[in-house]
């Protein structure tokens, strides 16, 4: 490092504010700090904003309706259709506008480009496609797709006639397929053959045909044929349609996007909770939309001349949300890549920005940190100069990331908007409007304009600054989930009920607990601290200790199994398993790859165990509730606190031991 350089990074090392750079503040979509106010004197009037940013086939009668909390509804009475919004109203002026860039893995094959008019057709076509299928409205439609071009043609297709889309995470297991087709009774499924991953054309078809094997009902599947002659040369059964000829059998076919109540289902989305099974969150049409468009334009700042890029996957809410349905809203292009940041070589994202002179890139804490690690002179070697605004969502950013994110990737041009919020939420609801509010990093930031956050104790009363709390939203807003999928009682039990009077009919009674710790400081920039559920944060997936643990349980030859989350320096945590083997079976390094593999095999890759650990018992209180907390604590290596109130404390020594000699 030059002498210059180790000026630079000790200024940036102490620095804890960081204004708006100029040149961004010029020429971005929201510039007045008013805005904070009057979204405050207006609300919930303040969200015709967000829903002017829609076309409408009928406008809404009322904004929100809060007469029977916490079930709200958003622009009542309003009719519009999704996949409309994303394409048709952009053919008159966009319509040779580039709306999805799509880049395949290996760099010797051809990108795709969709305009708008491209994306428009096709998606007519597999709509009239699905139809033929025997898909109708409100029918769920599951896709099981990884980064493909086609699974955001699927997604639109479904939205335009109505049918909600399901999409599981291509990284899932069969298994995990299996439960949410059965749990949504969905009779239709779009996948692939398969995909690249690091060089290798991975099978999915397989895993996708096991999936089905354990669905309850019969399914029509369409297959999309990602890798041509590098497949795994499976056969389609009697209900398996080849995407290809269906769209090619409905060439040039129109189907009119049918008008939707703004309150009709537009997708669910499968996410971990407490309990062992997935929660199926339901999302809205209009809300949903609406909210997606507007934090795409406030905090993304997307214009339509944009290239956007946000490496998620379109597996994950932040996909659904800032992939395709923002963006595609605003009428930008979307960037889409199959790969992995550090394939061929640790500067393809680099690489990527370069060649398609990339305006905002929308990435994950995990990433940022690998970045970091593997150096500046990855991003060195590119010219990085087309960027505009960097963004981070899905975990707790470090300010050393942050600050490194800023500076060798922003080349302090950029403002970095670190973004909190959940499936649940639709979008984005902690982060700094970039053209207006300094940047803390480590601190999302404050609420957004309209938005009633609150850190609280235990009790609902607001914490001091400074002191660790309960993240708590106080006032509905037009993105939130609506329901659990056919279980509104769990949707009061999981997000209300802790915070809420849940008798009162007074929507000033009702709170929604995203289940998160925080903090707020004499700004009112809230620091999240992370999940105080029993939900990890691996690489900034969201992944339900319970579900690992009843998948370990499955496992011959074991009898109890606790997972816990320890401190992970490139994942943020990572998963930690503790399990008691029934007698006559060995904790040897078979039964260790059996229990990883019945892991890998309930949830997917995602989820496989960092460490198992065999111990002959677990710590548990007088009344057997295992204490997790000492669990974290030997992950951690950390000093262990209280072990007075165990029934059995002589074996938290033992198991301590046992970690440190598996390391
Ligand atoms: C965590 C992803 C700190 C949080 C969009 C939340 C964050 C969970 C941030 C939701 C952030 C997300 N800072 N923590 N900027 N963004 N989280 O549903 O714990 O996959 O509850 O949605 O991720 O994860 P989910």
Not at 24 to 40: K, L, M, P, R
Not at 89 to 118: K, M, Q, S
Not at 227 to 250: F, K, M, P, R
């Amino acid at each position: 490092m030059s002498e210059e350089e180790g000026q630079l990074e000790a200024r940036l090392e102490e620095q804890e504010e960081f204004e708006p750079p100029e040149g961004f503040v010029s020429q971005a979509n929201v510039t007045d700090e008013g805005i904070y106010d009057e979204f405050e004197e207006n609300w919930p009037d303040c969200w015709t904003a967000a829903a002017d940013l829609l076309d409408w086939d009928e406008e809404y009668d009322q904004v929100l309706d809060d007469s029977n909390p916490p079930f709200y509804e958003w622009f009542t009475g309003g009719k519009l259709n999704v996949s409309d919004n994303c394409l048709d109203r952009h053919l008159e002026e966009r319509g040779d506008e580039v709306a999805i860039e799509w880049i395949g893995e290996p760099t010797d094959e051809d990108n795709r480009t969709f305009t708008y008019e491209e994306l428009h057709r096709e998606v007519n076509e597999f709509a009239a496609a699905l139809r033929d299928l025997g898909v109708e409205e409100d029918d769920v439609v599951t896709m099981y797709m990884p980064m493909v071009p086609e699974l955001p043609v699927a997604m639109l297709a479904c939205a335009r006639i109505g049918a909600p889309h399901s999409v599981v995470f291509a990284g899932f297991s069969a298994e995990a397929l299996a439960t949410r087709m059965n749990s949504a009774d969905s009779e239709f499924l779009v996948t692939c053959d398969g995909y690249y991953r690091r060089g290798d054309a991975l099978d999915h078809f397989e895993k996708a045909n096991e999936g089905l094997d354990g669905v309850d009902h019969d399914a029509t599947t369409v297959v999309v044929d990602r890798l041509g002659d590098e497949g795994h040369g499976h056969d389609l059964a009697e209900n398996q349609h080849d995407y290809a000829e269906l769209v090619a059998d409905n060439e040039g076919a129109e189907i009119d996007p049918v008008e939707r109540d703004a309150e009709d289902m537009l997708f669910l989305m499968y996410t971990s909770g407490t309990t062992g099974k997935p929660k199926g969150v339901k999302h809205t049409t209009a809300g949903y939309l609406a909210w997606t468009a507007w934090t795409s334009q406030a905090v993304l700042d997307i214009k339509p001349d944009d290239t956007y890029w946000c490496s998620a996957d379109i597996g994950w809410i932040t996909g659904h949300s800032y992939i395709v349905y923002g963006p595609l809203a605003l009428g930008t292009t979307s960037v889409m890549y199959e790969g992995t940041p550090d394939h061929p070589e640790r500067d393809r994202l680099w690489e990527i920005v370069e060649e398609y002179e990339v305006d905002q890139l929308y990435t994950a804490p995990t990433a940022i940190r690998a970045f970091m690690k593997w150096g500046k002179q990855f991003p060195e070697e590119h010219d990085l100069s087309s960027l505009r605004l960097l963004g981070t969502v899905g975990e707790p950013i470090n300010p050393r990331a942050w600050k490194w994110y800023y500076q060798h990737i922003g080349n302090e041009e950029c403002p970095v908007v670190d973004t909190w919020w959940q499936t649940e939420t639709g979008g984005m609801m902690v982060t700094t409007l970039p053209g207006v509010k300094q940047m803390k990093p480590g601190s999302a930031g404050p609420p957004l304009p309209g938005l009633d956050v609150r850190i609280v104790d235990t009790e609902g009363e607001e914490v001091e600054p400074g002191r660790a709390g309960y993240l708590t939203v106080n006032k509905p807003w037009p993105g939130m989930l609506r329901t659990l999928y056919q279980n509104d009682e769990r949707f009061v039990e999981e997000y209300w009920a802790e915070y809420s009077d849940v008798d009162s009919d007074d929507p000033d009674d009702w709170v929604y607990f995203p289940e998160d710790g925080a903090k707020i400081d004499e700004d009112g920039y809230i620091t999240v601290l992370g999940r105080v559920d029993d939900v990890l944060n691996v690489s900034g997936h969201r992944l339900g200790t319970m579900e690992i643990e009843s998948a370990i349980v499955g496992v011959e030859g074991v009898a109890e199994a606790a997972v816990v989350g320890g401190d992970h320096e490139m994942k943020g945590e990572a998963v930690y398993a503790y399990v008691i083997l029934e007698d006559g079976f060995d904790g040897d390094e078979e039964m260790r790859s059996r229990i990883v593999e019945g892991v890998e095999d309930a949830i997917g890759p995602i989820a496989r165990p960092e460490a198992v650990v065999f111990t002959p018992e677990l710590p548990k209180t007088r009344s057997g509730k295992i204490m997790r907390r000492l669990l974290e604590q030997i992950a951690n290596d950390e000093e262990l606190g209280d072990t007075t109130t165990l029934r059995n404390p002589e074996i938290v020594k033992d198991i301590q031991q046992k970690a440190r000699s598996d390391d």
